[in-house]
């Protein structure tokens, strides 16, 4: 997802791509205390399978070296009372073989964790004690060689006794120095160990409040945003309501919710907008059939009026023109209708053409169109009709007009001019032809029908 589609985003994709980054923070976090754990475990492991044993190795040999310097003494002693010769078989060489074994064993760990890359914690400083360890062997070889070649003589004089106290010296100082070296590397290798801990927890706690600071401001910022857009869509809600506010709601929508929940609240709002929008529709709709009636029909009568009339005759034409559909056309009108307005007065008038326009419409078919195109001319539509059909209709209404007899109304007769479609007919056309024989119909005493 783009940053800069951030803001137009979903609510979906912004969760998520919070949530991603969250936990993509956390699994770094997860990885680096991993490598770090690893690390440390290597360390000790070091320390433990290497330094310790070699310090516990130097221990035994420096007991070793302790116990021959205690024989080499009472020995020393023993030949300057006794004045007895020089026993080439004592204990040094006993010793000198199990001293030489544990600098070997020693010697061999370190070579062998050096050449497997074991040593994570400063591997010159093994080296360096290997090498010290390799330099004490020599040593001792060549104290021990010397001595073998002091016992061969059967006397120990003055010098000898000193050369061999200078090498004992020796001998001893570099096994301090061993010691020494090895204490050195186990407390270093401990100290960066701890230091390593110590440092894995700062960065551990530290990644962990950022983690949980990280979360807060995500989660925060997220219910922030989700607010907003509530806000937002209850103020335009508000501003809907206003404008159809006086539609009255259902009762269980009259109860103002009471709730902290702003989900539930922004559910309540928009239940109470859907039904006043669906009042509004249905007063919508009920507003357009009216106005449909108004534009269609013919408000004193009741039957369709002369828009209507104008927008069925040219779908007949229409109809009649792609095919060979027919359709008949009649044109009414009332006779001496002026004298009835002048004799009784034009409310009497227009009772009289209300009360024809009801009595003729159940005398016609229904899918004949009748229509009130004048002040008391009717037209008819009458599809699927010829002349002769037309005709008779027209016959049959115009008996029943003159057979009428309403009390408190005049009674009349009426003119009837009858045409058919023809090929290329135009609504203004068939129009004409009727109207015209209309007119011969009255032109021949009234109360008759013209066929054109």
């Known amino acids: 997802m783009s940053v800069f589609n951030w803001y137009n985003a979903s609510i979906k994709q912004k969760i998520g791509g919070l949530f991603v980054f969250l936990l993509t923070f956390l699994f770094c976090v997860i990885v680096f205390s991993a490598y770090k754990v690893n690390q440390i475990e290597r360390e000790m492991r070091v320390v433990a399978f290497l330094d310790i044993p070699l310090s516990q190795l130097m221990q035994q040999v420096e007991f070793i070296e302790l116990e021959q310097h205690l024989q080499f003494e009472q020995f020393q002693l023993k030949n300057k009372i ?33 050449a497997l890359k074991e040593v994570i914690l400063q591997p010159e400083a093994h080296q360096k004690v290997a090498t010290t ?43 301090k120095q061993i010691i020494a070296q090895l204490n ?18 700062f960065v551990s706690s530290l990644l962990g409040i950022c ?17 907003r857009r509530i806000q937002r869509i209850q103020s335009n809600i508000e501003t809907l309501n206003s404008s159809v506010e006086h539609h009255e709601l259902p009762l269980e929508l ?11 609240a922004l559910e309540h709002d928009i239940k109470i907008v859907i039904s006043r929008l669906n009042q509004e529709m249905t007063s919508r709709e009920e507003v357009e059939k009216q106005l449909i009636i108004l534009a269609t029909q013919d408000r004193l009568t009741g039957v369709f009026n002369r828009h209507k009339w104008e927008e069925q005759i040219e779908n007949q034409i229409n109809m009649a023109a792609r095919s060979e559909y027919l359709f ?28 024809l326009a009801t009595q003729l419409q159940p005398q016609i078919r229904t899918m004949d169109m009748l229509f009130r195109i004048g002040g008391e001319e009717f037209a008819i539509i009458s599809p699927t009709q010829d002349k002769q059909q037309a005709h008779q209709l027209a016959e049959r209404l115009r008996m029943y007009i003159s057979e009428l007899d309403e009390v408190s109304l005049p009674k009349v007769t009426a003119s009837f001019g009858v045409t058919c479609y023809q090929a290329d007919d135009s609504s203004s056309v068939i129009f004409n032809r009727a109207d015209k024989a209309l007119y011969e119909a009255k032109a021949q005493g009234r109360n008759c029908i013209v066929v054109a």
């Open 328 to 355: 008949a056309l009649i044109i009414l009108d009332i006779d001496h209708f002026k004298q009835v307005n002048d004799q009784y007065g034009h409310q009497i008038g227009d009772k009289l053409l209300k009360h």
């Open 82 to 114: 006794d004045d007895k010769p020089l026993n080439p078989h004592q204990q040094f060489a006993f010793e000198k073989q199990k001293i030489k074994q544990l600098l070997d064993k020693a010697v061999a760990m370190i070579n062998h964790s050096l």
């Open 133 to 175: 360890i390799e330099n004490y062997t020599q040593k001792s070889d060549e104290f021990e060689n010397y001595l073998e070649n002091v016992y061969q003589q059967n006397q120990l004089t003055e010098q000898a006794r000193l050369q061999v106290e200078t090498m004992a010296t020796e001998l001893e100082s570099a096994e």
């Open 254 to 264: 009259q109860k103002k919710i009471k709730t902290k929940d702003e989900l539930a």
């Open 211 to 227: 983690a949980i600071i990280l979360g807060l401001l995500l989660t925060t910022f997220i219910i922030q945003i989700i607010l």
């Open 184 to 201: 050195k590397l186990t407390s270093d290798d401990a100290y960066y160990t701890d230091q390593h801990e110590k440092d894995f927890l």
